[in-house]
T-cell receptor
Framework: EADIYQTPRYLVIGTGKKITLECSQT?????MYWYQQDPGMELHLIHY???????EKGDLSSESTVSRIRTEHFPLTLESARPSHTSQYLC????????????FGSGTRLTVV | RKEVEQDPGPFNVPEGATVAFNCTYS??????FFWYRQDCRKEPKLLMS???SGNEDGRFTAQLNRASQYISLLIRDSKLSDSATYLC???????????FGRGTSLIVHP
């Protein structure tokens, strides 16, 4: 049923490693977003994109980067993982007008040890 | 003041009860409003959009009050399966960036 896919679903990785979290959507949505959410806490926007070759930083200061080379693909990269990066990362997308709301992927639960 | 504020709860209600949540927003230029539902350790899912005239979907009714800058969600005849966190989402239109509330926790018990 999901039209937006995130991989991996779970990841445990050592400090200092470089990781890329994948997000792909098949709906042709222009806008894509990355959120970070700790258990029981609110979503924090870390990056977003209005379309191909567009990327912007969100409200949460982050040591991650994103790219948007294709409409359907919006990967998030952490150059050097730290224990403070342990969290759930949620990818979302929306149509241009956003009046139909936002569709989320199932998330990647990252643990940095 | 936070852009979008919700009472975190939890709201603990018996099956069959009617429960209502409010959400206030600070930006008067906000244009789109939504309620999302999030189950524990899952992604948020769209429950319903909120229209200016108010709208209903089965047991769920959403209202928008632009003058007082709040939206509400009413759940009638609560089911055990309604237990979740309900997120208020506000879109400021110009930026297309949604702002999420922290969520209101609902627990429906037998």
């Amino acid at each position: 049923e999901a039209d937006i896919y995130q991989t991996p679903r779970y990841l445990v990785i050592g400090t200092g490693k470089k990781i890329t979290l994948e997000c792909s959507q098949t709906m042709g949505h222009d806008k894509m977003y990355w959120y970070q959410q700790d258990p029981g806490m609110e979503l924090h926007l870390i990056h977003y994109s209005y379309g191909v070759n567009s990327t912007e930083k969100g409200d949460l200061s982050s040591e991650s980067t994103v790219s948007r080379i294709r409409t359907e693909h919006f990967p998030l990269t952490l150059e050097s993982a730290r224990p403070s990066h342990t969290s759930q990362y949620l990818c979302a997308s929306s149509e241009s007008s956003t009046i139909y709301g936002y569709t989320f992927g199932s998330g990647t639960r990252l643990t940095v040890v | 003041r936070k852009e979008v504020e919700q009472d975190p709860g939890p709201f603990n209600v018996p099956e069959g009860a009617t429960v209502a949540f409010n959400c206030t927003y600070s930006n008067s230029a906000s244009q789109s409003f939504f309620w999302y539902r999030q189950d524990c350790r899952k992604e948020p899912k769209l429950l319903m959009s909120v229209y200016s005239s108010g709208n209903e979907d089965g047991r769920f009714t959403a209202q928008l009050n632009r003058a007082s800058q709040y939206i509400s969600l009413l759940i009638r005849d609560s089911k055990l399966s309604d237990s979740a966190t309900y997120l208020c989402v506000v879109n400021n239109g110009g930026s297309y960036i949604p702002t999420f509330g922290r969520g209101t926790s609902l627990i429906v018990h037998p």
